[in-house]
């Protein structure tokens, strides 16, 4: 088990709708980075997050954002829920800085109806 | 064409089997080299860290990378049934675990 913890574990939205998932990362790690598992694939990387900055995007529209708070924990906020949103959403930590091993939670798995 | 090709299988071998796991990629960039485990529904389980090219042995898991022919393995020694999973290839060029690129994932069942 790492030290990473997710919530909620599962939750059914509405398309349309708004939804705010959260990450607490491992002791001592400064960056939080968010993946989003469609069934089948590989984790796709969203976003990063570096002592409170976003560092780094990947292909994801605007309506994806985050936030990182003083205690590095971070969260994933999804506007304008569209179908194809429906995936496992994973948070990895890391200690940032380079050579750091990336410890990954258990995923909130979104359902959009 | 995906910058990480992995076969998605699905692998099945008897246990105590030797198992190759395989995954190409076109970037050249990366540098940094992962085996994630992936048990059902659960988060991705780092396994194997590996810099450049070259091997590294961690009990009954070897990593290989092959930069020059772009071709990472994963070979599991005297297969387990604790050993099924969907495992993921991954890698990044910067300097770490940030934004990593990951292959679809190959499932496996070892048979007892």
């Known amino acids: 088990e790492t030290g990473v913890t997710q919530s909620p574990t599962h939750l059914i939205k509405t398309r349309g709708q708004q939804v705010t998932l959260r990450c607490s990362s491992q002791?001592?790690?400064?960056?939080v980075s968010w993946y989003q598992q469609a069934l089948g694939q590989g984790p796709q990387f969203i976003f990063q997050?570096?002592?409170?900055?976003?560092?780094g995007r990947g292909n994801f529209p605007p309506r994806f954002s985050g936030l990182q708070f003083p205690n590095y924990s971070s969260e994933l906020n999804v506007n304008a829920l569209e179908l194809d949103d429906s995936a496992l959403y994973l948070c990895?930590?890391?200690?940032?800085?380079?050579?750091?091993?990336?410890?990954f939670g258990q995923g909130t798995r979104l359902t959009v109806v | 064409q995906k910058e990480v090709e992995q076969d998605p299988g699905p692998l099945s071998v008897p246990e105590g089997a030797i198992v190759s796991l395989n995954c190409t990629y076109s970037?050249?960039?990366?540098?940094?080299f992962m085996w994630y485990r992936q048990y059902s529904r659960k988060g991705p389980e780092l396994l194997m860290y590996?810099?450049?090219?070259g091997n590294k042995e961690d009990g009954r898991f070897t990593a290989q990378v092959d930069k020059s022919s772009k071709y990472i393995s994963l070979f599991i020694r005297d297969s387990q049934p604790s050993d099924s999973a969907t495992y993921l290839c991954?890698?990044?060029?910067?300097?770490?675990?940030?934004?990593?690129?990951f292959g679809t994932g190959t499932r496996l069942t070892i048979i007892p």
């Open positions: 002791s001592g790690h400064n960056t």
């Open positions: 997050y570096y002592r409170e900055e976003e560092n």
């Open positions: 970037n050249s960039a990366f540098q940094y």
């Open positions: 990895a930590s890391s200690g940032g800085g380079g050579g750091a091993e990336a410890f």
């Open positions: 590996t810099y450049s090219s």
């Open positions: 991954a890698m990044s060029a910067v300097r770490g675990n940030e934004k990593l690129t």
